[in-house]
């Protein structure tokens, strides 16, 4: 067990890090937002909303993975039990969005809908993966959780800039 708690303390300045940064990062969305908040109501811009939840929800994740981290853990049940749970949420809330996009979809939007979630299903798959992992006491997984932190601040992040640049597609 001291090389699992010392193993957390190592990622624990990481984690801290990221966790400030989405909580930086979810207040400036906000702020892009109240600039563009003319153009949320618009019904030409009716994604906008949209974009705003999914980067709100990965701004979310990412402070998430900051707090469990922060959280002391005595044993590896309880940082994979709530790996397992956030990637499990994940992947139900990814489902969850794709069948209530693709009803009655043509063939161009599903491909669209089916792109922008890959990055959100690897997301959810890294977490979960990483959970088994050091559930099976390899500590080493946790470097997974820097590429899937990477792809939840970079999906949120461009999101943000198109609701802040007002991009018509969004």
């Known amino acids: ?5 010392q193993a957390l303390k190592d990622w624990q300045l990481f984690f801290s890090t ?7 990062l979810a207040g400036l969305l906000f702020v892009s ?9 618009s019904e030409t811009f ?13 701004f979310l994740y990412v402070l998430m993975l900051g707090l469990i981290f922060l959280v002391p853990h005595p044993v590896p049940f309880g940082l994979a039990v709530a790996l397992f749970v956030m990637g499990i949420a994940r992947a139900a809330g990814l489902i969850r969005q794709i069948i209530k996009k693709d009803s009655g979809s043509q063939v161009q939007q599903k491909r669209r809908i089916f792109r922008k979630s890959v990055l959100s299903a690897l997301t959810a798959l ?8 050091i559930m099976r006491g390899d500590m080493n997984s946790i470097v997974i959780l820097v590429l899937v932190v990477a792809a939840l601040l970079t999906t949120a992040s461009w999101n943000a800039w198109l609701i802040l640049v007002g991009d018509r597609n969004s």
């Open 46 to 58: 009716t994604g906008t909303m949209k974009l705003a939840q999914q980067s709100f929800s990965d």
């Open 18 to 24: 990221v966790a400030l940064a989405s909580v930086t």
């Open 126 to 133: 890294g977490l979960i993966v990483v959970a088994v992992q």
């Open 33 to 41: 937002l109240s600039l563009r908040f003319d153009r949320i109501r």
């Open 1 to 5: 067990m001291i090389e699992f708690t």
